[in-house]
């Protein structure tokens, strides 16, 4: 059984308006992870957070928004999209996040804008 | 910044080949180094992972020596199968970059094993 769960697993968007990717880990980590990846990059970290605090940002856009209501959950919104944002999202989880440690991944959501 | 480069974008080769995928890395501090495969459909997976020079990661018969001269890790593999056929990732975790456990990934090796 998939131990991080990311729905859905195909999402298709109109330009301009909003969606929110769900991830939930069932691994009692407490650091989670957001990264994507795309056709002309390869997999780019977006986010992480710890303990439910973000820790780093390295979105450039603020249409980007991590949520996190629970400790093992953390749902990403994007806002106003655009054709550049399709992409597979990447939730990912690890321990503590201590320097290093292993990632494990979703197996993503796949976000076509049209 | 960090950056990691494979050479290779695809690989095809016939089972019991010889493996080898090329990893380069720039990095400011001292990086750790990781290996990860993804499979069709689903999210990278950990394959191994080396921390400082001349340290050697493996795991299912794979495996790569930290080499902090060249700024290089390249995976390899004595015999593949047709089981193996993936897209490898290198990527590099630089704690002195300020970023909390943010991982930089090379473009992929896509791996074709024919039977």
């Known amino acids: 059984d998939p131990k991080i769960i990311q729905k859905p697993k195909y999402l298709v968007a109109v330009t301009g308006s909003e969606k929110i990717l769900i991830c939930e880990q069932y691994l009692g980590h407490n650091a989670m992870y957001w990264y994507r990846q795309s056709a002309k990059k390869p997999l780019e970290f977006m986010f992480s957070y710890s303990y439910q605090k973000l820790m780093d940002n390295q979105t450039a856009s603020s249409r980007f928004q991590p949520q996190s209501s629970k400790k093992n959950h953390l749902d990403l919104q994007i806002t106003a999209l655009k054709p550049d944002d399709s992409a597979t999202y990447f939730c990912a989880s690890s321990q503590d996040g201590a320097t290093n440690e292993r990632l494990f991944f979703g197996h993503g959501t796949k976000l076509s804008v049209l | 910044g960090d950056s990691v480069t494979q050479t290779e974008g695809q690989v095809a080769l016939s089972e019991e080949d010889f493996l080898t995928i090329h990893c380069n890395y720039s990095a400011s501090g001292y990086p750790a180094l990781f290996w990860y495969v993804q499979y069709p459909g689903e999210g990278p997976q950990f394959l191994f992972r080396a921390s400082r020079d001349k340290e050697k990661g493996s795991s299912r018969g794979f495996e790569a020596t930290y080499n902090k001269e060249t700024t290089s890790f390249h995976l390899q593999k004595a015999s593949v199968q047709e089981s193996d056929s993936a897209v490898y990732y290198c990527?590099?975790?630089?704690?002195?970059?300020?970023?909390?456990?943010?991982?930089?990934f090379g473009a992929g090796t896509r791996l074709a094993v024919c039977p």
């Open positions: 990527a590099l975790g630089d704690p002195s970059s300020g970023s909390f456990n943010k991982l930089t």
